[in-house]
Protein backbone atom coordinates (compact mmCIF):
# COMPACT_ATOMS: atom_id res chain seq x y z
CA UNK A 1 0.00 0.00 0.00
CA UNK A 2 1.34 3.40 -0.80
CA UNK A 3 1.70 5.93 1.84
CA UNK A 4 -0.75 9.05 0.74
CA UNK A 5 1.05 11.88 1.61
CA UNK A 6 -0.38 14.56 4.24
CA UNK A 7 -0.40 17.91 2.94
CA UNK A 8 -1.26 20.23 6.01
CA UNK A 9 -3.70 23.35 6.10
CA UNK A 10 -3.56 25.68 8.79
CA UNK A 11 -5.61 28.18 10.67
CA UNK A 12 -6.65 31.13 8.05
CA UNK A 13 -5.45 29.01 5.37
CA UNK A 14 -5.96 27.23 2.20
CA UNK A 15 -3.95 24.64 -0.19
CA UNK A 16 -4.88 22.35 -2.82
CA UNK A 17 -4.22 18.35 -3.45
CA UNK A 18 -3.84 15.67 -6.48
CA UNK A 19 -2.37 12.55 -7.09
CA UNK A 20 -4.22 11.36 -3.81
CA UNK A 21 -2.44 13.44 -1.60
CA UNK A 22 -5.02 13.78 1.94
CA UNK A 23 -5.43 17.95 2.46
CA UNK A 24 -5.99 17.63 6.56
CA UNK A 25 -6.58 20.54 8.90
CA UNK A 26 -6.65 20.21 13.15
CA UNK A 27 -8.83 21.78 16.02
CA UNK A 28 -11.55 23.48 14.04
CA UNK A 29 -14.00 24.91 16.51
CA UNK A 30 -15.92 28.11 15.02
CA UNK A 31 -14.12 27.74 12.01
CA UNK A 32 -14.78 26.28 8.83
CA UNK A 33 -13.21 23.68 7.16
CA UNK A 34 -14.38 23.65 3.36
CA UNK A 35 -13.56 21.21 0.80
CA UNK A 36 -13.85 21.68 -2.87
CA UNK A 37 -13.48 18.47 -5.29
CA UNK A 38 -13.40 17.85 -9.08
CA UNK A 39 -14.58 14.11 -9.07
CA UNK A 40 -12.98 13.95 -12.77
CA UNK A 41 -9.35 15.49 -12.11
CA UNK A 42 -9.21 14.10 -8.92
CA UNK A 43 -8.21 17.51 -7.86
CA UNK A 44 -9.44 18.76 -4.52
CA UNK A 45 -9.17 22.35 -2.67
CA UNK A 46 -9.42 23.03 0.92
CA UNK A 47 -9.82 26.00 2.83
CA UNK A 48 -9.61 26.78 6.68
CA UNK A 49 -12.06 29.78 7.14
CA UNK A 50 -12.47 32.10 10.15
CA UNK A 51 -14.08 35.11 9.82
CA UNK A 52 -17.61 35.39 7.32
CA UNK A 53 -16.81 38.62 5.56
CA UNK A 54 -13.45 40.89 4.64
CA UNK A 55 -15.83 43.73 5.13
CA UNK A 56 -14.79 43.99 8.88
CA UNK A 57 -11.20 43.58 8.26
CA UNK A 58 -9.18 46.32 9.45
CA UNK A 59 -5.61 44.93 8.11
CA UNK A 60 -3.45 46.74 5.96
CA UNK A 61 -2.89 43.24 3.44
CA UNK A 62 -5.91 40.95 3.64
CA UNK A 63 -5.32 37.34 4.70
CA UNK A 64 -7.70 35.92 1.30
CA UNK A 65 -7.63 32.56 2.90
CA UNK A 66 -9.07 33.86 6.53
CA UNK A 67 -12.63 35.02 5.66
CA UNK A 68 -15.37 32.95 3.75
CA UNK A 69 -15.78 35.32 1.14
CA UNK A 70 -12.22 35.34 -0.27
CA UNK A 71 -10.87 32.49 0.30
CA UNK A 72 -13.36 30.88 -2.04
CA UNK A 73 -12.75 32.18 -5.25
CA UNK A 74 -9.05 32.24 -4.42
CA UNK A 75 -8.97 28.37 -3.63
CA UNK A 76 -10.96 28.28 -6.88
CA UNK A 77 -8.37 29.84 -8.79
CA UNK A 78 -5.89 27.72 -7.57
CA UNK A 79 -7.61 24.79 -8.56
CA UNK A 80 -8.53 26.55 -11.89
CA UNK A 81 -4.31 26.68 -12.22
CA UNK A 82 -3.94 23.27 -11.24
CA UNK A 83 -6.55 22.20 -14.27
CA UNK A 84 -10.31 21.48 -12.59
CA UNK A 85 -13.36 23.19 -13.71
CA UNK A 86 -15.28 25.36 -11.79
CA UNK A 87 -18.62 23.44 -13.35
CA UNK A 88 -17.74 20.15 -12.06
CA UNK A 89 -16.78 21.17 -8.25
CA UNK A 90 -18.44 19.74 -5.91
CA UNK A 91 -18.26 20.97 -2.18
CA UNK A 92 -18.35 19.62 1.50
CA UNK A 93 -17.97 21.22 4.62
CA UNK A 94 -17.34 20.78 8.45
CA UNK A 95 -16.86 23.07 11.74
CA UNK A 96 -18.93 26.61 12.74
CA UNK A 97 -19.55 25.20 16.14
CA UNK A 98 -20.46 27.29 18.72
CA UNK A 99 -17.54 26.24 21.45
CA UNK A 100 -19.23 28.00 24.50
CA UNK A 101 -22.77 28.99 24.36
CA UNK A 102 -23.35 32.60 26.43
CA UNK A 103 -26.32 34.25 27.41
CA UNK A 104 -27.01 37.17 26.03
CA UNK A 105 -23.66 37.73 24.12
CA UNK A 106 -22.72 40.01 20.94
CA UNK A 107 -23.21 39.14 17.73
CA UNK A 108 -19.22 37.95 17.70
CA UNK A 109 -20.14 34.98 19.55
CA UNK A 110 -22.15 33.44 17.05
CA UNK A 111 -19.34 33.58 14.62
CA UNK A 112 -19.63 29.95 14.16
CA UNK A 113 -22.88 29.29 12.28
CA UNK A 114 -21.93 32.57 10.72
CA UNK A 115 -19.08 31.19 9.11
CA UNK A 116 -20.98 28.21 8.17
CA UNK A 117 -24.20 30.57 6.29
CA UNK A 118 -21.44 32.94 4.93
CA UNK A 119 -19.45 29.60 2.97
CA UNK A 120 -22.75 28.48 1.64
CA UNK A 121 -23.88 31.57 0.40
CA UNK A 122 -20.75 32.02 -1.88
CA UNK A 123 -21.02 28.43 -2.97
CA UNK A 124 -24.40 29.34 -3.88
CA UNK A 125 -23.04 32.04 -5.66
CA UNK A 126 -20.93 30.28 -7.86
CA UNK A 127 -22.95 27.44 -8.35
CA UNK A 128 -21.17 24.74 -6.65
CA UNK A 129 -23.59 21.82 -4.92
CA UNK A 130 -22.87 21.04 -1.46
CA UNK A 131 -23.11 17.26 -0.75
CA UNK A 132 -22.53 16.81 2.20
CA UNK A 133 -22.09 18.98 5.67
CA UNK A 134 -20.80 18.60 9.24
CA UNK A 135 -21.70 21.79 10.90
CA UNK A 136 -22.85 23.17 13.95
CA UNK A 137 -22.87 21.94 17.56
CA UNK A 138 -20.52 22.73 20.19
CA UNK A 139 -17.20 20.40 19.50
CA UNK A 140 -14.76 20.69 17.95
CA UNK A 141 -13.81 18.86 14.47
CA UNK A 142 -10.09 18.07 12.76
CA UNK A 143 -10.81 17.07 9.20
CA UNK A 144 -9.12 15.09 6.47
CA UNK A 145 -9.73 15.14 2.56
CA UNK A 146 -8.98 12.69 0.92
CA UNK A 147 -8.33 13.52 -3.26
CA UNK A 148 -8.45 9.82 -4.23
CA UNK A 149 -12.10 9.33 -3.03
CA UNK A 150 -13.60 12.46 -2.80
CA UNK A 151 -14.63 11.65 0.94
CA UNK A 152 -14.14 13.93 4.06
CA UNK A 153 -13.08 12.26 7.63
CA UNK A 154 -14.29 13.80 10.21
CA UNK A 155 -12.43 13.20 13.72
CA UNK A 156 -13.90 14.71 17.40
CA UNK A 157 -13.33 13.80 20.67
CA UNK A 158 -16.78 13.31 21.44
CA UNK A 159 -18.27 11.65 18.16
CA UNK A 160 -14.96 9.88 17.13
CA UNK A 161 -14.67 9.29 13.29
CA UNK A 162 -17.35 10.11 10.80
CA UNK A 163 -16.74 10.13 6.65
CA UNK A 164 -19.32 12.05 4.77
CA UNK B 1 -1.44 45.53 13.66
CA UNK B 2 -0.34 48.69 15.26
CA UNK B 3 -0.53 48.77 19.00
CA UNK B 4 1.12 45.49 19.26
CA UNK B 5 4.32 46.87 17.13
CA UNK B 6 4.63 49.45 18.76
CA UNK B 7 4.68 48.28 22.27
CA UNK B 8 8.16 48.57 23.91
CA UNK B 9 10.27 46.26 26.30
CA UNK B 10 9.02 47.99 28.94
CA UNK B 11 5.18 47.96 28.28
CA UNK B 12 5.72 43.97 27.73
CA UNK B 13 7.50 43.86 31.60
CA UNK B 14 4.15 45.35 32.46
CA UNK B 15 1.77 43.09 30.92
CA UNK B 16 4.18 40.57 32.34
CA UNK B 17 3.27 41.79 36.11
CA UNK B 18 -0.06 41.96 35.05
CA UNK B 19 -0.04 38.44 34.41
CA UNK B 20 2.04 37.42 37.19
CA UNK B 21 -0.31 39.24 39.62
CA UNK B 22 -3.24 37.77 38.09
CA UNK B 23 -1.69 33.73 38.38
CA UNK B 24 0.30 34.81 41.61
CA UNK B 25 -3.19 34.59 43.45
CA UNK B 26 -4.83 32.01 41.49
CA UNK B 27 -2.01 29.92 43.19
CA UNK B 28 -2.12 30.80 46.50
CA UNK B 29 -5.96 30.06 46.05
CA UNK B 30 -5.22 26.76 44.46
CA UNK B 31 -2.66 25.94 46.87
CA UNK B 32 -4.92 26.43 49.93
CA UNK B 33 -8.13 24.62 47.96
CA UNK B 34 -5.18 22.03 47.96
CA UNK B 35 -3.11 22.60 50.95
CA UNK B 36 0.12 21.78 48.98
CA UNK B 37 2.80 24.14 47.81
CA UNK B 38 1.80 25.37 44.10
CA UNK B 39 4.81 26.88 41.98
CA UNK B 40 4.24 29.03 39.47
CA UNK B 41 6.34 29.96 36.11
CA UNK B 42 7.60 33.58 35.04
CA UNK B 43 4.48 34.55 32.95
CA UNK B 44 5.34 35.22 29.24
CA UNK B 45 3.96 37.51 26.98
CA UNK B 46 4.00 37.39 23.06
CA UNK B 47 2.38 37.70 20.11
CA UNK B 48 2.10 34.57 18.56
CA UNK B 49 0.48 33.53 14.92
CA UNK B 50 -2.62 32.11 15.62
CA UNK B 51 -1.41 28.59 14.43
CA UNK B 52 0.72 28.72 17.58
CA UNK B 53 -1.45 29.49 20.06
CA UNK B 54 -2.42 26.04 20.38
CA UNK B 55 0.84 24.21 20.47
CA UNK B 56 1.70 26.30 24.04
CA UNK B 57 -0.42 23.27 25.53
CA UNK B 58 0.60 20.45 23.37
CA UNK B 59 -1.01 21.13 20.02
CA UNK B 60 -3.86 21.91 18.28
CA UNK B 61 -5.38 18.58 18.75
CA UNK B 62 -4.63 18.11 22.42
CA UNK B 63 -7.18 17.56 24.27
CA UNK B 64 -7.97 19.98 27.31
CA UNK B 65 -10.50 21.22 29.55
CA UNK B 66 -11.08 24.66 29.22
CA UNK B 67 -12.82 26.72 31.70
CA UNK B 68 -13.28 29.86 29.54
CA UNK B 69 -14.70 33.50 30.61
CA UNK B 70 -15.75 36.34 28.45
CA UNK B 71 -14.60 39.53 30.85
CA UNK B 72 -16.23 42.90 29.81
CA UNK B 73 -15.83 46.32 30.98
CA UNK B 74 -13.09 48.56 30.79
CA UNK B 75 -10.81 46.49 29.74
CA UNK B 76 -12.68 43.32 27.60
CA UNK B 77 -10.92 39.95 26.78
CA UNK B 78 -10.93 36.45 26.96
CA UNK B 79 -9.96 34.47 29.33
CA UNK B 80 -8.90 30.80 29.37
CA UNK B 81 -8.42 28.06 32.27
CA UNK B 82 -6.72 24.93 30.65
CA UNK B 83 -5.83 21.59 32.02
CA UNK B 84 -4.54 18.15 30.61
CA UNK B 85 -6.96 15.40 31.46
CA UNK B 86 -4.37 13.86 33.69
CA UNK B 87 -4.28 17.30 35.80
CA UNK B 88 -8.16 17.43 35.99
CA UNK B 89 -8.28 13.69 37.23
CA UNK B 90 -5.73 14.65 39.92
CA UNK B 91 -7.79 17.83 41.01
CA UNK B 92 -10.98 15.57 41.01
CA UNK B 93 -9.36 12.75 43.22
CA UNK B 94 -7.31 15.37 45.21
CA UNK B 95 -9.00 18.01 46.30
CA UNK B 96 -12.81 16.74 46.18
CA UNK B 97 -12.14 12.53 46.99
CA UNK B 98 -14.12 11.91 44.17
CA UNK B 99 -13.28 8.06 43.36
CA UNK B 100 -10.76 7.15 40.11
CA UNK B 101 -12.83 5.65 37.61
CA UNK B 102 -11.42 3.58 34.87
CA UNK B 103 -14.48 4.79 32.21
CA UNK B 104 -13.49 7.75 30.03
CA UNK B 105 -15.46 11.09 30.15
CA UNK B 106 -16.95 12.86 33.19
CA UNK B 107 -20.28 13.01 35.08
CA UNK B 108 -22.21 16.14 35.29
CA UNK B 109 -21.25 16.58 38.94
CA UNK B 110 -17.20 16.02 37.54
CA UNK B 111 -17.47 18.71 34.96
CA UNK B 112 -19.56 21.38 37.49
CA UNK B 113 -16.83 20.48 39.99
CA UNK B 114 -14.08 21.24 37.66
CA UNK B 115 -15.78 24.27 36.53
CA UNK B 116 -15.95 25.60 39.95
CA UNK B 117 -12.19 24.86 40.41
CA UNK B 118 -11.92 26.83 37.21
CA UNK B 119 -14.23 29.65 38.70
CA UNK B 120 -12.96 29.97 41.91
CA UNK B 121 -9.10 30.35 40.04
CA UNK B 122 -9.87 32.79 37.30
CA UNK B 123 -12.15 34.88 39.71
CA UNK B 124 -8.94 35.09 41.84
CA UNK B 125 -7.27 36.01 38.54
CA UNK B 126 -9.19 38.65 37.81
CA UNK B 127 -10.03 40.45 40.88
CA UNK B 128 -6.45 40.88 41.32
CA UNK B 129 -6.53 42.47 38.08
CA UNK B 130 -8.81 44.36 38.22
CA UNK B 131 -7.56 45.90 42.09
CA UNK B 132 -3.99 46.19 40.59
CA UNK B 133 -5.00 47.65 37.06
CA UNK B 134 -8.12 49.75 38.68
CA UNK B 135 -10.03 49.17 35.73
CA UNK B 136 -13.51 47.44 35.95
CA UNK B 137 -13.53 44.09 34.56
CA UNK B 138 -16.62 41.61 35.01
CA UNK B 139 -16.27 38.26 34.05
CA UNK B 140 -19.11 36.35 32.19
CA UNK B 141 -20.34 33.15 33.95
CA UNK B 142 -17.80 30.59 33.18
CA UNK B 143 -18.45 27.52 30.14
CA UNK B 144 -16.34 24.12 30.78
CA UNK B 145 -15.50 22.30 27.63
CA UNK B 146 -13.62 19.08 26.77
CA UNK B 147 -12.36 18.96 23.24
CA UNK B 148 -9.55 20.07 21.13
CA UNK B 149 -7.34 22.73 22.29
CA UNK B 150 -7.25 24.23 18.78
CA UNK B 151 -10.63 24.42 18.23
CA UNK B 152 -11.02 26.22 22.11
CA UNK B 153 -8.48 28.48 21.97
CA UNK B 154 -9.19 30.30 18.39
CA UNK B 155 -12.87 30.86 20.25
CA UNK B 156 -10.46 33.82 21.70
CA UNK B 157 -8.86 34.48 18.80
CA UNK B 158 -11.62 36.26 16.71
CA UNK B 159 -11.43 39.35 17.50
CA UNK B 160 -7.88 39.51 16.61
CA UNK B 161 -8.60 37.89 13.10
CA UNK B 162 -10.53 41.36 11.96
CA UNK B 163 -6.76 42.92 12.18
CA UNK B 164 -3.91 40.46 11.39
CA UNK B 165 -2.90 36.74 12.06
CA UNK B 166 -1.37 37.04 15.48
CA UNK B 167 -2.65 37.37 18.94
CA UNK B 168 -0.93 39.45 22.16
CA UNK B 169 -1.10 37.17 24.82
CA UNK B 170 -0.41 36.81 28.70
CA UNK B 171 0.41 33.40 29.48
CA UNK B 172 1.13 31.74 33.07
CA UNK B 173 1.97 28.42 33.99
CA UNK B 174 1.79 27.10 37.37
CA UNK B 175 2.46 23.48 38.86
CA UNK B 176 1.42 21.66 41.88
CA UNK B 177 2.22 18.59 43.58
CA UNK B 178 5.40 17.82 41.84
CA UNK B 179 4.69 18.33 38.31
CA UNK B 180 1.09 16.27 38.82
CA UNK B 181 -1.17 19.31 38.44
CA UNK B 182 -0.25 21.69 35.68
CA UNK B 183 -2.39 24.42 34.29
CA UNK B 184 -2.42 27.07 32.14
CA UNK B 185 -3.66 30.82 31.93
CA UNK B 186 -4.26 32.56 29.19
CA UNK B 187 -5.92 36.12 29.20
CA UNK B 188 -6.06 37.79 25.76
CA UNK B 189 -6.95 41.38 25.71
CA UNK B 190 -9.09 42.63 23.27
CA UNK B 191 -6.63 44.42 20.73
CA UNK B 192 -8.11 48.49 21.80
CA UNK B 193 -7.60 47.13 25.64
CA UNK B 194 -4.09 47.73 25.75
CA UNK B 195 -4.20 51.56 25.41
CA UNK B 196 -6.41 51.48 28.41
CA UNK B 197 -4.41 48.64 30.46
CA UNK B 198 -1.70 51.12 30.09
CA UNK B 199 -3.11 54.45 30.72
CA UNK B 200 -4.55 53.02 34.02
CA UNK B 201 -1.00 52.31 35.00
CA UNK B 202 0.41 55.30 34.27
CA UNK B 203 2.34 54.16 31.39
CA UNK B 204 1.97 56.23 28.84
CA UNK B 205 2.81 55.17 25.24
CA UNK B 206 3.08 59.04 24.12
Known amino acids: MIQQSIIKVGMADLNIATEGAILKTTGLGSCV ?9 KIAGMAHVMLPSSEIAREASINLAKYADTAIPELLERMAGAGAAVERLQAKLAGGAQMFV ?10 GPRNVESCLAMLHSYKIPVLSQDTGGNFGRTIEFDSDRGMLMIRSVQYGIKEI | MSIINRLAAFELDVLKEVGNIGAGNAATALSTLLDKPVDMAVPKVSLLPFEEVAERVGGSEQIVI ?18 KEESAKGM ?20 SALCE ?81 FKALGVGSE
Open chain 1, 33 to 41: GLALYDPSR
Open chain 1, 102 to 111: MAGHSDSMRI
Open chain 2, 66 to 83: AVFLRVEGESPGNLFFLI
Open chain 2, 92 to 111: LQGLLSFDEHSSDGYTEMEL
Open chain 2, 117 to 197: IGNILTGSYLSSLADFIGLSMAPSVPAIALDMAGAILSYGLVQYGEMGDAALLIETTFLGDGQALEGHFFLIPDPESFDKI
